[in-house]
């Protein structure tokens, strides 16, 4: 008695093997993407977050509201690059870039926040840039903001149950 597989055995463990890779390498890189999704996510919101911790220790410097309706007038444009050398965001390493897309790997540092004052607390947003990398980012910030959508002209940011659908934002930034 021989020992050892026939080639029709080692062609359909082959064949086996190659079934089971097609099914789960994509669903590997699938998984993958979306942890680095949720991973500039959970950095979207901790920048914005930090950038309005920011606002509300600065308000002297955010311009005031407009005493009429008491809408913001403008915004203050502060780059992630500045936030993290006043240290309000923490430096992800050491070497430059400081922030990185982790599912792009572009350098977030120049792209600019926007910071205004709206009922004494700062909000804050990202201001659309064109620069190409922030570009490629913009959808995925989309993504991860998309409860935050920007009213239209002449919506209000409550609709008839006093629910909060959009936010109004100035469209001018400080002198």
């Known amino acids: 008695m ?4 026939t080639l029709v055995e080692l062609l359909a463990v082959i064949v086996i093997l190659a079934l089971l890779a097609t099914i789960a390498v994509p669903s590997a890189i699938s998984i993958a993407h979306n942890i680095k999704k949720d991973m500039f996510c959970d950095k979207i919101d901790m920048i914005l977050s930090d950038a309005e911790r920011w606002g509300d220790s600065h308000m002297s410097q955010l311009k005031v509201t407009n005493p009429t309706n008491g809408e913001p007038i403008c915004y203050k ?3 992630i690059k500045d936030l993290i050398e006043q240290g309000i965001i923490k430096k ?3 070497t430059a870039p400081f922030m990185l897309n982790p599912v792009t790997n572009n350098s977030m540092d120049d792209y600019e926040i926007g910071i205004y004052k709206k009922n004494k607390r700062a909000y804050a947003f990202y201001i659309e840039t064109s620069s190409p990398s922030f570009t490629e980012d913009l959808e995925l910030i989309k ?3 998309s409860n935050l959508r920007i009213c239209a002209a002449g919506e209000s940011e409550l609709n008839a149950k006093n629910e909060r659908v959009c936010i109004k934002r100035p469209t001018t930034p400080c002198p």
Do not use: P, R, T
């Open 77 to 79: 444009k502060v780059k």
């Open 2 to 5: 021989k020992k050892g597989f």
């Open 143 to 145: 993504e991860c903001q």
């Open 92 to 94: 992800e390493n050491e």
